[in-house]
């Protein structure tokens, strides 16, 4: 299943809304994972199952959608929150992750 | 809390195998799956494998011809072999705790261990 995030890349300023979409090539249920990855880092789980948010993650963070369309929002963008984005579908071997989505300072 | 942590070489030659291990620890290895990613510098994530602490695998297609993976579960580790690597293997590889089902993405991850194919 090939996944396709957008856009590629965003400039945002702090209090924004900000959303990011997943596209997958083929219909999945809701096997549908979020991560943050900040420079240097391992990433980190933010949603999983398409809307469920992973304990320890602030809720301004939230997902949705099902099948082929999925969006995941951040309701009010934070400095901490500049980072990298990926979608991945855990719905049939391989694995396969988004190309990833930049959130940059404007 | 659990924690993960990627050992092996940081440097291996073309067409040799690279090896290495994730150390689990503050919980058990039993009843998860668990997998390795990798990371190209400056590029996305790519999803090498997983295992099941029974032993189930399953690969990436491709790069199933040249990967190995297993679990020791009295260690609490698992391990990654990839051979006849070239340049193209250079990448961050890192580990990480699947969860119950597959279901639920992977929610602990390994710090990271930059692995250069170089002669």
């Known amino acids: 299943i090939q996944m396709t995030q957008s856009p590629s890349s965003l400039s945002a300023s702090v209090g924004d809304r900000v959303t990011i979409t997943c596209r997958a090539s083929q219909s999945m249920n809701s096997y549908l994972n979020w991560y943050q990855q900040q420079p240097r880092k391992a990433p980190k789980l933010l949603i999983y199952?398409?809307?469920n948010l992973q304990s320890g993650v602030p809720s301004r963070f939230s997902g949705s959608g099902s099948g082929t369309d999925f969006t995941l929002t951040i309701s009010s963008l934070q400095p901490e929150d500049f980072a990298t984005y990926y979608c991945q579908q855990t719905y049939t071997p391989p694995w396969t992750f988004g190309q990833g989505t930049k959130v940059e300072i404007k | 809390q659990v924690q993960l942590q990627e050992s092996g070489p940081g440097l291996v030659k073309p067409s040799e195998t690279l090896s290495l291990t994730c150390t689990v620890s503050g919980g058990s290895i039993s009843s998860y799956y668990w997998s390795w990613i990798r990371q190209p510098p400056g590029k996305g994530l790519e999803w090498i494998g997983y295992i099941y602490y029974n032993g189930n695998t399953k690969y990436n297609p491709s790069l199933t011809s040249r990967l190995t993976i297993s679990v020791d579960t009295p260690k609490n580790e698992f391990s990654l072999k990839l051979s006849s690597v070239t340049v193209a293997d250079t990448a961050v590889y890192y580990c990480a705790r699947v969860g119950t089902t597959t279901a639920l993405g992977f929610d602990c991850w390994g710090q990271g261990t930059l692995v250069t194919v170089s002669s």
């Open positions: 199952a398409a809307s």
